[in-house]
């Protein structure tokens, strides 16, 4: 009841505040949003998309994308969204959403059937599927992370029926989504994630030059063929840093010291739903790495489902192909290898992690407990990441960490290693006493200020730190629909309302690839 009640009122509330575009005057040009549930991402989404209908004098179609094929779910759905009297749909049509979009199709066209035989037939590997482009637009990546994430699967195996059948449901989709741009004049496409088969519209809009956006409560991204994802400004972390006032970039600096020091005392400082626990506790336990003169190498370890390629492509298909890796090499040395789980990892990973270790004994296991400080100061040397916090978070210890990625968020700094090659990874890995690093602390404070606290600010909700940390509301608030209520009557007034129409509105007519991430807004950002 409590929903009904709040969605009702952010309708009436939208209507109010949202007026329809005037003088459309084709019904075939459409800007497409997804539709979902997260109530501060569907507010959001009320802002962007009226400027974008305004813009194009387009409609609104909100548009439904399952990874998983659910005949009873899509049918239902289908039917919800043409009586529209339910709580979501109520919502997206009180800020302008004129139709409701299933896209997933109930069967597949014998056409299609023939496409994707086709294209089934050229995967032989993982890295056919992940590299796999369809009408020269690239999906592999998509379909990859999707699998892993929905089956709740480590790595993809080829020969498996539910990934086949996963496999044909979303190069189906691919097809349909290819026939909808065909029919309609498609202006633009506003999504959640650049990531997962939730962004197949959105690499169909990049690969025509449509404008394509990624937004949020965080953050609006625009994507296109140079910028495929989402979160990849740290490729220009050196260059703005060059161009900020040296009086805002000292403050930064200042603040970002403050941050790590918050951080190594215990704190979490994670805006993650699932992310309670602090790597970086205080409390120590039993003594658990082995006595001995071996170089000591920590596997620090990444979640194995959800998303492995948030920023791009890595020097392995996955996480789990990674750590195969890393097991074979390991016989091979005289080190002292170990392997950790975050404190807060998902259920079904640690059994994965046990396996490994089976098969690789002389890996050890060392329980999520365990607090960084203990094993620093038991004499860890090396730690290996794909492109975790981790790289930025030793090297302060003066300890060397080597990256698995070049897409990874310290790229452009020399406080953690980057290799090119999987060659050259495993060479630094066998001769670790020729690549030891001298480590400049000033580069990772000034790292930590771009990446930190030069982004903090968030562009919708004043304080939005404080909430999401808060005992009253706490970060799963934002995707309830209390965050209607929230955003009523203690975020919004006109003002704010016109300010945020404006400066979204900057944004799309730029050429920017996030919304406020510029000298100017930097600047000011420290200023205040």
């Known amino acids: 009841m409590n929903n009904l009640v709040n969605s009702y009122k952010f309708s009436i509330h939208n209507k109010k505040n949202f007026s329809k575009p005037k003088n459309i005057i084709s019904k075939k040009k459409v800007i497409f949003v997804e539709f979902n549930r997260m109530c501060s991402s569907i507010i959001s989404y009320s802002y962007l998309t009226n400027i974008l209908s305004k813009k194009y004098k387009s409609q609104i179609f909100a548009y439904r994308l399952t990874a998983k094929k659910n005949l009873f779910k899509d049918f239902l759905w289908k039917i919800a969204s043409k009586i529209r009297i339910f709580n979501t749909f109520q919502v997206y049509k009180s800020f302008g ?95 959640s994630h650049s990531v997962y088969t939730l962004a197949i519209p959105l690499r169909i809009a990049i690969s025509k030059n449509i404008s394509a956006f990624q937004c949020n409560i965080h953050d609006i991204y625009r994507l296109s063929k140079k910028n495929l994802y989402a979160y990849r ?67 620090a370890t990444h979640c194995f489902f959800d998303n492995p390629h948030p920023y791009g492509l890595h020097l392995f298909v ?31 990973t640690k059994k994965i992690i046990l396996d490994f270790i089976d098969r690789y004994p002389n890996i050890n296991y060392i329980p999520s407990k365990y607090s960084h400080h203990q094993l620093i100061s038991e004499g860890i040397d090396v730690a290996l990441t794909c492109w975790g916090s981790i790289a930025h978070e030793y090297p302060i210890f003066k300890k060397t960490v080597i990256n698995c990625s070049r897409n990874n968020p310290h790229i452009n700094y020399d406080f953690s290693l980057h290799p090119k090659t999987v060659e050259e990874y495993k060479n630094m890995i066998l001769n670790l006493d020729k690549f030891k690093i001298k480590i400049n602390q000033k580069k990772i404070h000034e790292f930590y200020a771009m990446h930190f606290v030069l982004q903090k600010d968030n562009w919708m909700i004043d304080k939005f730190d404080e909430i999401v940390h808060s005992k009253e509301y706490g970060y799963n608030y934002i995707f309830t629909s209390n965050f209607y209520d929230f955003w009523m009557n203690k975020e919004f007034n006109i003002n704010k309302h016109e300010r945020i129409l404006e400066n979204v509105s900057s944004f799309v007519d730029s050429k920017d690839y996030l919304m406020g991430w510029n000298k100017k807004n930097l600047n000011k950002f420290c200023a205040e």
């Open 233 to 299: 400004e740290f490729f220009e972390y050196k260059n703005k840093s060059k161009q900020l006032d040296l009086k805002i970039k000292k403050k930064a600096i200042q603040l970002a010291k403050q941050k790590i020091q918050k951080k190594f005392s215990g704190t979490s400082l994670s805006l993650g739903a699932s992310v309670h626990t602090s790597a970086y506790r205080k409390k120590f336990y039993k003594k658990i790495l082995q006595k001995s003169n071996k170089t000591k190498i920590l596997i």
């Open 97 to 191: 959403v004129n139709e409701f979009f299933n896209s997933n199709t109930f069967f597949i066209k014998s056409d299609n059937l023939k496409k994707i035989a086709k294209i089934k037939k050229k995967i032989h590997s993982k890295e056919d599927l992940l590299n796999l482009k369809v009408n020269n637009i690239y999906i592999g990546d998509l379909i990859y992370d999707s699998y892993l994430r929905n089956y709740l699967k480590a790595t993809i195996n080829l020969k498996d029926k539910n990934f086949n059948l996963f496999l044909e449901h979303s190069l189906n989709m691919f097809f349909h989504w290819i026939e909808v741009f065909k029919k309609y004049d498609v202006k633009s496409v506003v999504v």
């Open 318 to 348: 996955d996480f789990y192909e990674w750590l195969e890796f890393l097991g074979k090499l390991s016989s091979k040395t005289n080190f002292d290898w170990y392997i950790k789980l975050h404190p807060d990892y998902i259920d079904g």
